[in-house]
């Protein structure tokens, strides 16, 4: 009975739950529907998009050993894919379609009405578990809600991972050749361009480059992540995100790697291992929060009472914020690392997150919007969680009247200046002090070009709390 693995999010051959359950059925044929309008509805980054594209190039070739054909196909849009699969499906005689299922209200809906449209066949839909160490809805409160707080959310992990380790999956052995050609990957998509060289060389495609990546920082990086992280001129991080965004990696493979650096425990041991594991339980907190909140997935805040808050129409702040021209350091180093890379340092996420919806009080989605549009890793679940995270919109968010201040992250977290110096280069002159804050040194009109600040720290800080003080007055 033939078999359709339906790619999506999950562009890898090692421990692929339905590319396993499919092989173990049958012959395996599979797919990947190229969706540009959906793409752009979502805000996905041209880069993000270049990225899964060469992914999916590799993904064919390892395909091919397996002697797994991989077809590809083009829709518009997600509504149109019920009705390509109960074709496709009717034209290869699927017996079953696997998928890893995915978070999120479209993307839920999408497979509903996939399933619903071939249950009318001989062909069925058949979900897997892939994406997560827990299904969604499976760790919940004793009271049977799912979690709104991180720690307690973490607590049930830890306990659940101690008794029962979700095992990585090996590479399925090569079946049978099969009659059916592959498609060629498209390498461009109109309406997204092309990505430079050095942007494609921060972001090399295929499991070998991921896997290579995360054996380098579990034997160089791990055990000081915790004392590193937060340096953003250090590679104190594992930039796995993207890989884990695109399904390149498993969050799996991330969990054996480093519980085999720190002898098998979970929340003892070496402090960096640790803490990193607390880094992918908080990307499954913000996906099942995804899940069981779906309102976060429509443009929503996580607390509702928040949607009453003041944000104010500043397209020019708006603008300078985007392009890194805000007069603050930091902030605009971050944000050109963004625009030059499609990544941006976790600790100036939440920086440039807090100015925006803070100290320059615009609406947090107009920053999760252009992270999304920008980010090489964008996530909807991690970048949603992060920025409500920072506005203090969120579950589990960080108290109103928390404003991280840029001045001094810049000078606690980049003393040397070795961050600044490689994104702002006009001020690369400037000494390891007043590179923090030019505007000492910057005379009437800036200095080197560089812009004055664009806001005056302490009055924005207070409007801010006010506006939220004030919110919590008419509640």
């Known amino acids: ?41 979502h805000d996905d980054a041209a880069c993000k998009i270049d990225f899964w594209l060469r992914n999916l190039s590799v993904l064919s070739a390892r395909l091919a050993a397996l002697n797994v054909p991989l077809l590809v196909r083009r829709v518009e849009q997600w509504q149109a894919v019920p009705a390509l699969m109960v074709d496709l499906c009717h034209q290869y005689k699927i017996d079953t379609v696997h998928i890893n299922d995915e978070c999120g209200v479209n993307e839920q809906r999408r497979d509903d009405a996939t399933s619903e449209a071939l249950r009318h066949t001989p062909t069925r839909l058949q979900r897997h578990l892939d994406q997560l160490l827990f299904a969604p809805g499976s760790v919940k409160t004793l009271a049977g809600d799912c979690f709104k707080v991180f720690s307690q959310f973490r607590k049930v992990c830890y306990s659940r991972l101690s008794h029962s380790l979700p095992r990585c999956l090996p590479v399925p052995a090569s079946q049978s050749w099969m009659p059916v050609p592959s498609n060629p990957v498209p390498t461009t998509v109109e309406a997204f361009a092309s990505p430079g060289d050095a942007l494609r060389g921060y972001w090399p495609a295929g499991e070998e480059a991921a896997h290579k990546r995360l054996v380098w920082f579990a034997e160089h990086g791990l055990a000081e992540y915790q004392e590193r992280r937060d340096f953003p001129a250090e590679p104190g991080t594992s930039q796995l995100s993207a890989y884990l965004a695109a399904g390149v990696i498993s969050p799996r493979q991330c969990l054996h790697a480093a519980l085999a650096m720190n002898q098998g425990e979970l929340d003892s041991g070496n402090p960096g291992v640790v803490t990193w594991i607390n880094e992918l339980l908080w990307r499954e907190f913000y996906k099942h929060i995804l899940q069981g909140y779906p309102r976060v997935s429509m443009g929503r805040a996580f607390r509702s009472q928040t949607e009453a808050l003041p944000w104010r129409h500043a397209p020019d702040e708006l603008v300078a914020w985007q392009q890194g021209r805000t007069g603050f350091p930091i902030i605009d180093a971050a944000m050109r690392q963004l625009l030059a890379t499609g990544w941006m340092h976790n600790r100036l996420r939440m920086v440039v997150a807090m100015f925006l919806s803070k100290n320059l009080l615009i609406d947090w989605r107009e920053g999760e919007r252009w992270f999304m549009r920008h980010l090489i890793d964008g996530d909807l679940a991690a970048n949603n969680g992060g920025w409500q995270w920072s506005a203090s919109t969120g579950t589990d968010s960080v108290p109103y009247f928390r404003l991280f201040n840029p001045l001094s992250q810049s000078a606690k977290f980049d003393p040397q200046g070795h961050y600044l110096r490689r994104w702002l280069p006009e001020l690369a002159h400037l000494s390891n002090r007043d590179i923090h804050d030019p505007r000492a040194v910057s005379g009437l009109f800036g200095a080197s070009g560089y812009p004055l600040p664009i806001v005056d720290l302490a009055a924005s800080r207070e409007r801010a709390l006010s506006a939220f003080r004030n919110l919590g007055e008419r509640l």
């Open 1 to 41: 009975m033939t078999q359709l693995l339906w790619l999506r999010s999950d562009l890898r051959v090692a421990d692929n739950t339905a590319l396993a359950a499919a092989m173990n059925a049958g012959p395996t044929i599979a797919l990947y529907l190229i969706t540009p309008a959906q793409w752009l509805a």
